[in-house]
């Protein structure tokens, strides 16, 4: 049974910076993209970054320059490092595994069950 199992959220002030981990693990055979959402209290779930098994990258506008994510594909690790939080980055972070492989499910997608990111002013 595949998990993904997320670390790293907390309370930081403006300006400072949090690392999120986000490791996958099971019966897995390959992993195509990786990625971070998060969801505001009343918002939508939006897409905060994503990486593909080759290491491309994607950022949404209001994090670019600000975050960066990364993959370990050997340790099925997808990471989120955030430089220069704002209060508006207050939200639960989400962790997505696309078309996870494994030889009994074939391709699925796995969701993370969500870490606390709250920014103070």
């Known amino acids: 049974q595949v998990q993904l199992v997320e670390s790293g959220g907390g309370l930081v002030q403006a300006g400072g910076s949090l690392r999120l981990s986000c490791a996958a693990s099971?019966?897995?055979?390959?992993?195509?993209?990786m990625g971070w959402y998060r969801q505001a209290p009343e918002k939508q779930r939006e897409l905060v970054a994503a990486?593909?098994?080759?290491?491309?990258?994607t950022y949404a506008d209001s994090v670019q320059g600000r975050f960066t994510i990364s993959r370990d594909n050997a340790k099925n690790t997808v990471y989120l490092q955030m430089n220069s939080l704002k209060p508006e980055d207050t939200a639960v972070y989400y962790c997505?595994?696309?078309?996870?492989?494994?030889?009994?499910?074939?391709?699925?997608?796995?969701w993370g069950q969500g870490t606390q990111v709250t920014v103070s002013s």
């Open positions: 099971g019966p897995i055979l390959s992993i195509n993209n």
């Open positions: 997505n595994a696309n078309r996870v492989f494994t030889a009994i499910q074939g391709f699925r997608d796995y």
């Open positions: 990486i593909t098994s080759t290491y491309s990258t």
